[in-house]
């Protein structure tokens, strides 16, 4: 049973209760007190006042993998902040598109009043940044100093908020989080990372001669960087929100085609879905066409896939990292 499902069965089962699905408030801080002090700073839409509301909600954690003390508000992946607000504090059928996050987290991050977050079961703790790019345990929580002006009388909450946005304390709150996120990434295993770069330095470049890197997805950061933006730019295209999101898309200037790059380390082939979906990405930018290939670490892992999955879609390449001198094309009958 998914997410979405329990916590579906949690709300129906305390509304038959005539219990309140979700409370007034957590901790003496109400929807809108939130709006209240948000709209100091600009930051006021319904969404991002859902987000934060979920966020300091104290309830057990989410991740089923977590310490057995954890609270929600400890860290929630994209899709449990969605879930809370779509189907908790709205009593929707769904939660909020994840690519939402845009719009409903990184306002509030760039600003550093949510920290990037990273559940290591190992180490049964949530570490600082999002270590593994597009794991399901990348997840956020509001910093410290910033439920603490939520927390506050509003006659305090205005002055400590007034020295909390000032241009240098928000330089200050980002470089220390983004020190953090360094110091832990030693303490994870980011082999997803790996092979997306492996895959354009090494596979791209025996195997895609004239193909140039415009685009990678490796971090749960900007979605797109400036760099990125100004390359694809000149490649003629432009990646929207509503777009597939390759690991790795390339340019060939010289037949102004385009070749995607999948690395799977967990899950994430090319399949007929995302191959039809790219192809249409192609087409709408008048590309001639448009490559695929998916990428393993190891031959056993690509059998462990494709033993029980066997969802690689026809006319698309396989590339291995330990075995990188071959590059296979699959084929029907």
Request: net charge negative.
């Amino acid at each position: 049973m998914g997410i979405e499902d329990k916590i579906r069965q949690l709300r129906d089962t305390k509304k038959r209760a005539g219990e309140d699905v979700v409370p007034y408030q957590f901790n003496g801080v109400s929807k809108d007190k939130i709006r209240n002090i948000l709209s100091k700073i600009d930051r006021s839409n319904d969404n991002i006042v859902d987000a934060v509301f979920a966020l300091i909600d104290p309830q057990k954690s989410w991740y089923s993998n977590a310490p057995e003390d954890a609270a929600f508000k400890d860290g929630a992946s994209t899709a449990h902040i969605g879930t809370h607000i779509g189907i908790l504090q709205r009593d929707g059928i769904m939660k909020l598109d994840r690519e939402g996050r845009d719009y409903w987290l990184k306002p509030l991050w760039e600003l550093g009043a949510i920290e990037k977050v990273y559940l290591e079961p190992k180490l049964e703790r949530f570490l600082y940044g999002h270590l593994k790019a597009k794991s399901p345990n990348c997840a956020y929580r509001l910093a410290a100093e910033f439920i603490h002006i939520l927390e506050s009388d509003e006659s305090q909450s205005e002055l400590k908020l007034e020295d909390w946005i000032s241009k240098d304390r928000i330089r200050e709150r980002l470089k220390l989080q983004a020190e953090m996120a360094k110091k832990d990434l030693a303490l994870v295993d980011n082999a997803h990372s790996d092979l997306i770069k492996s895959s354009c330095e090494v596979y791209a470049k025996h195997f895609l001669k004239g193909y140039e890197v415009v685009y990678i997805d490796d971090s749960d950061g900007d979605r797109i960087t400036e760099t990125q933006r100004d390359l694809m730019k000149n490649a003629g295209i432009e990646i929207t929100i509503s777009d597939a999101m390759p690991d790795a898309l390339l340019w060939n200037k010289t037949d102004n085609s385009l070749w995607v790059i999948e690395a799977v380390t967990s899950d994430g082939e090319v399949d007929i879905h995302k191959q039809n979906s790219l192809k249409e990405f192609a087409k709408r930018f008048g590309k001639t066409g448009v490559g695929f290939t998916t990428t393993y670490q190891t031959w056993k892992k690509c059998a462990e896939r494709q033993h029980l999955l066997k969802n690689l879609a026809d006319d698309t390449h396989v590339w291995i990292e330990e075995d990188p001198s071959r590059s296979m094309i699959i084929k029907a009958i």
